[in-house]
């Protein structure tokens, strides 16, 4: 079986309205693009700060010029449709209870868990930017993977999302000077702790840096810590739905792996990893 679990239902735009892309017809083109992507098991994961009850959790300006929709009316799209029901969820620390109270009530197969800030600065935007000239990547890549060991240690997720983020922006921007190793570090042992499901992401593919998340250091690590992973390609249209699979595939045989996370109601369950099939 292959999974694609972290997927959008839209483009990351302000005027992609909830209204016209959380519909059955919608929902419909997704299912259809990944029955052609040879992809059995889809997600849908929308981003948490897309919705207004995440003001409940974070009072970011980035969040509340986003969130803009109901959570409720996601959910209801998704629990009446062949997807499986996920979320994106921003962890936020120090508010930990409040994520949970959003996310424990809802009916979700999955949460995914994602880093996108450092305090209140971005990994990945221009905007609200960690990268700026004051910033020292040694300093923003240990805060980042230090952050990611808390989100995997709140037990709010079941799976982590693009585990190594912060080299989105590629040779773009200032990389660190100690082998990259150095810094997973706290990451893999909150993993090896916790069990929870690393996803392998084929979106760094299609970003500046070029490489799955994460990249082979880091996967060689959780390998050794006997980290079960999840296959998405974190789609923002249908036509990206398993995108460069056939690498993924290689990737993760390479490393060992030929069993891959399913979800249920929050419960996981290890899957066969199967090849991607012909389309047809
Ligand atoms: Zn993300
Ligand atoms: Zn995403």
Not at 90 to 97: I, L, N, T
Not at 224 to 229: D, R, T
Request: net charge negative; hydrophobic share 40%; proline share 5%.
């Amino acid at each position: 079986m292959l999974t694609d679990y972290h997927v959008h239902l839209r483009p990351d735009d302000l005027g992609a309205a909830a209204t016209e892309h959380f519909t059955p017809e919608n929902i419909d083109r997704y299912v259809e693009a990944a029955a052609r992507a040879g992809v059995s098991e889809l997600g849908i994961a929308e981003h948490m700060y897309r919705f207004t009850e995440a003001l409940t959790v974070w009072n970011h300006p980035f969040w509340e010029e986003w969130a803009i929709d109901d959570l409720d009316f996601y959910c209801d799209a998704l629990v009446n449709s062949p997807v499986k029901v996920g979320i994106e969820a921003d962890y936020v620390a120090g508010a930990e209870e409040k994520l949970d109270r959003m996310l424990s009530p809802r009916p979700f197969d999955y949460v995914i868990g994602s880093v996108h800030f450092i305090g209140d600065k971005s990994i990945d935007t221009e905007e609200f930017t960690v990268w700026d000239d004051t910033g020292d990547a040694d300093e923003i890549w240990r805060r980042y993977f230090e952050t990611i060991a808390m989100a995997a240690r709140s037990g709010l997720f079941d799976i982590l999302a693009h585990p190594d983020l912060v080299k989105v922006w590629g040779r773009a921007r200032q990389m660190p000077s100690k082998d990259l190793r150095f810094f997973y570090e706290p990451a893999i042992e909150a993993i090896a702790e916790t069990g929870v499901t690393v996803e392998v992401s084929t979106a760094g593919l299609r970003k500046a840096v070029g490489e799955i998340y994460p990249a082979p250091g880091f996967m060689e690590m959780c390998v050794e810590a006997g980290a079960p992973f999840a296959l998405s390609s974190d789609a923002h249209e249908p036509g990206q739905i398993g995108f460069e699979y056939p690498t993924a595939l290689d990737f993760l045989r390479d490393h060992g792996v030929d069993e891959i996370s399913v979800f249920e109601g929050r419960k996981r369950v290890a899957t066969a990893l199967t090849p991607v099939a012909n389309e047809s």
